[in-house]
């Protein structure tokens, strides 16, 4: 049984598969699997898969005809031998150590799941910044959602962590199949995280997640509804847990109102009015129910969200304040950010971390 299986998804990605690929074999952790599923692409990808394959028998070669990234997913995971589970997406790729350290963090700490920090990376000028993500008070600690629902605000990033195979296989926890799909990361990173008894966190960054890949999904502004999708099957598995439903409603209810506005800001300006409407219908519905109170707008603004369910033709003035403050952010935090962490300042400047 290796140690790590990797799996990696991949589809019309010869531009930055062999970086992808070169990252994971180089690995530190030896003991690893490589299950790359190809799901019917129509570039040199599979033949590049082909080759690497050739050259280390680490390497598992899945090729199949286009179905989208969830079931791509599920048939990797399923076909995974390994006492854990990493996932690398096939336009990204991660430093050496990533998979020998969260396996011995894993170990260390007997935990379903070990999850770490990670770059944003831009190609053109390989430059990388630090998400500092994981909150500071969290690493280090064995946490589970029901004492700590910080875990169901982090960002999905399902490829900067490690999965136990028997806890996925214990609740037989997949990824939604819906064909042609974006955001299938959301509805599984809820899951995992609601169910998990026994969590790591580290501040340490390995994957480098690259934000200039105009094909990837996330890019997509004809998959306008796919979000909607993923929230939706976070209810279903909610009403099928009734347990959990009493504890995580109202954090999926948060999830679901900052996913929305994230998609909303993404979307093309033609399509974000009649957006909008759906958003607003399904969250005035919500808050008359009375589910929606101080819990909810601890997190969410309520002069914003009133103005969402009251006036839906005004939200777009709030989502256009909301994208000037998100740019600005970005904009300095890739020339300067500052962090405090276990007592130590961390400064990065223009991407490096200098102090």
């Known amino acids: 049984m290796p140690k790590v299986s990797v ?20 690995q530190t952790l030896e ?18 898969l082909n080759e690497y394959a050739k050259n280390d028998k680490r390497i598992i070669v899945i090729n199949k005809s286009n179905s989208g990234y969830g079931h791509t997913m599920n048939m990797g995971i399923n076909a ?22 969260l396996y011995k ?64 296989n214990k609740f037989n926890i997949k990824f939604l199949e819906t064909p042609g799909a974006s955001y299938q990361d959301l509805a599984f990173s809820f ?14 960054a390995y994957l480098y997640y690259r934000q200039d890949n105009m094909n990837s999904s996330v890019k997509s502004k004809t ?5 909607c999708h993923e929230y939706d099957e976070i209810d279903r598995f909610l009403d ?27 979307i093309d300006d033609s399509v974000k009015p009649e957006f909008i409407k759906v958003f607003s219908e399904h969250f005035k519905e919500e808050y008359n129910t009375g589910l929606l109170g101080n819990e909810f707008f601890k997190r969410v603004n309520k002069k ?15 989502l256009k304040n909301i994208e000037r403050r998100k740019k600005f952010n970005n904009i300095r935090k890739n020339i300067i950010t500052l962090h405090f962490r276990n007592g130590r300042l961390e400064m990065t400047l223009f991407g490096k971390q200098v102090i």
């Open 7 to 26: 799996v990696v998804p991949v589809y019309n990605v010869e531009k930055y598969l062999k970086e992808c690929l070169d990252s994971i074999i180089h």
């Open 31 to 48: 003991d690893i699997e490589i299950i790359c599923v190809n799901d019917g692409s129509t570039d040199s990808s599979l033949d590049i």
């Open 80 to 101: 995974a031998r390994g006492e854990y589970i990493g996932i690398i997406e096939s336009d990204d790729f991660a430093d050496i150590h990533m998979f020998e350290d």
């Open 105 to 168: 963090l894993a170990k260390e700490n007997d935990a379903d799941i070990a999850k770490s920090n990670w770059y944003l990376y831009w190609s053109k000028n390989k430059f990388a910044r630090k998400s500092n993500n994981i909150p500071a008070a969290k690493i280090g600690k064995l946490l589970n959602a029901k004492t700590d629902k910080v875990l169901l605000r982090l960002n999905p990033s399902v490829w900067s962590a490690i999965y136990k195979k028997e806890f996925l």
């Open 191 to 204: 899951k995992i995280f609601a169910l998990a008894e026994r969590v790591i966190l580290t501040d340490k």
């Open 223 to 227: 998959k306008v509804y796919c979000v």
């Open 240 to 266: 099928e847990n009734p347990q959990l439903k009493f504890e995580f409603k109202v954090q999926e209810e948060i999830n679901r109102y900052n996913g929305y506005v994230s998609s909303v800001l993404r």
């Open 304 to 318: 914003d969200f009133m103005t969402l369910i009251n006036s839906p033709d005004k939200y777009i003035k709030v």
